[in-house]
Structure formats: structure tokens, C-alpha cells
């Protein structure tokens, strides 16, 4: 499999759809989500908007990086987006009410291909670029499983 492959992970939470956005759309809850995040800093103030930069700190095993992430789609309740532009890579989250319900979609393309940092960095500190796209894909699933959980208390 490719290293810029489509990763993709999906459940269903049992909250509805604004409880879920709540806790998804306040990105300085990512750490608590997500095994890699460390933080999501806003660079500069405002509220959660399209071309919004925040820097993310990002830590695997002893390798700690920084990445810079632009939000490209706030569509509330629905779906929030941001390209990591050291990466290359797009960070999705998809939500759909199903009744009393929410299905949660997190997708990770690539929308080009992965930078050039990217394909050096990960096979120099993070064990390889397909192994650690497998790696990001579990923990895509993680981040869901921790999502749920937060919601649903």
C-alpha cells in the first residue's frame, strides 16, 4: 500500500449531531482525541474559520515535530477540515445525523502528494512512510473510540 493513500476510520456515537460537533470543533481538545497531537495552537485569535493557521505539536515514540495546519472547511454540524501543509496531507471529519445518532467519517487523502519533508522525515524518524500511514489509520480509529467516549461521557 501507498504512504498517500486515502486512510479512513468510521463509527457511529449515540449523541446527536450537535453534541458531537461541540467537542470535535473545539481543536484544543485533539490531544485528549488523538495518540499523536500533543497541542493545536491557534496562532492567532478568533474563532474556529476557514485560512485559520494553528500549530500543531506533534510527538510519536521520542520524535516530537511541528506541523502547520489551515483550516479549510467549517461547515458546522457537518464538516470540519485542515490541510497540514508540512505534510501535504487533509484531515476530514464527516458528520451525518441518523436519527438520535451521529456516524462520524474521519478521512486523511492526500490531496496532491505527500511533501518532500514528509516522505524524508518519516522514514528517517518515524519508521517508515507506509508503516506509519498504517499507524495513522489505527489511530484514526482511536481518535473515534476517544471521540465517543468524550461525547457520550
Known sequence: MSADRELRAETVIDAPVEQVWAVLADLSRMPELSDETVRMLPLR????RVG???LGINRRKLVVWPTRNVVAEVEPQRRLSWDTTSSGARWIYELAAEGEHTRVTHRRP???RLTGVSRIFAPLALGGSEEHADELEQGMAQTLVRLK???EG
Open 45 to 48: 485569535g478568533g474563532d474556529l
Open 52 to 54: 485559520r493557521t494553528y
Open 110 to 112: 492526500v490531496p496532491r
Open 149 to 151: 467516549r468524550a461525547v
